[in-house]
């Protein structure tokens, strides 16, 4: 009942800059916290950023200071601002809403499907 549709992804070269969105859909009336995880070949998913519904934000050590996490509460939609990338970037993003109502429903989590992200040297 409720999607995450993610967008922005592609190929840049080192030092380069992408701005992914994903926007949720399906009657919504809350999400707690959105945020991105990555996940490179032959690992493991990893918090890249988070944000809450008030506005506060976590980072992974790796993109502090090169990414910046702002959601629209209002659109559902949070973004996730990539400068100054590195290939070690490369990895699929995917975008994540927690403890999200919609209609009579809560989900404790709900994942979009990705968008590859390739950071060439």
């Known amino acids: 009942q409720v999607k995450l549709v993610e967008s922005g992804g592609g190929l840049v070269q080192a030092g380069g800059s992408l701005r992914l969105s994903c926007a949720a859909s399906g009657s919504i009336f809350s999400i707690n916290a959105m945020g991105w995880y990555r996940q490179a070949a032959g690992k493991q998913r990893e918090l890249v950023a988070k944000i809450t519904s008030g506005g506060g934000t976590n980072y992974a050590d790796s993109v502090k200071g090169r990414f910046t996490i702002s959601r629209d509460n209002a659109k559902n939609t949070v973004y996730l601002q990539m400068n100054s990338l590195k290939p070690e970037d490369t990895a699929v993003y995917y975008c994540?809403?927690?403890?999200?109502?919609?209609?009579?429903?809560?989900?404790?989590?709900?994942w979009g499907q990705g968008t590859l992200v390739t950071v060439s040297a």
């Open positions: 994540n809403a927690e403890n999200v109502i919609a209609g009579p429903f809560a989900h404790l989590e709900v």
